[in-house]
């Protein structure tokens, strides 16, 4: 028995420096894989970034034309003299206030993206 056990002994300490071994050179291959795979990420984002800044330069959302209407909107509200629609209450919220000026650009025809519901 005692012959048994020691052989036991003996192979799991062989499987157990097996396995590090495997581990240590997994860990090599992956940083150098790590480091090809960066390389690559990098020039990807240089490309990418190319591609945002030509869509900058194609304009702005709103017009400033339009940022002036929604200005006077919100000076009117600040002075408490902002009305909405039919009911003519008046408006004390904000944002309320900023669709009222973007749906009067929309009216006169300042370039403002269209509603989204």
């Not at 300490?13 to 795979?37: D, E, G, H, M």
């Not at 919220?93 to 509603?115: E, F, T």
Request: glycine fraction near 6%; aromatic fraction near 0%; proline fraction near 2%.
């Amino acid at each position: 028995m005692a012959t048994k056990k020691a052989a036991k002994k003996r192979s799991s300490s062989t499987k157990k420096r097996s396995s590090s071994a495997k581990k240590s050179s997994t860990k090599k291959r992956s940083s150098s894989a790590r480091k090809s795979s960066t390389k690559k990420r990098t020039s990807a984002k240089k490309s990418s970034s190319k591609k945002s800044a030509a869509k900058k330069s194609s304009g702005r959302k709103y017009s400033p034309a339009a940022g002036k209407s929604v200005e006077t909107e919100m000076r009117e509200m600040k002075k408490g003299k902002l009305k909405s629609g039919r009911s003519a209450k008046k408006v004390t919220n904000r944002k309320q206030a900023i669709a009222i000026g973007l749906s009067k650009a929309r009216k006169a025809g300042k370039k403002v993206p269209a509603k989204k519901s």
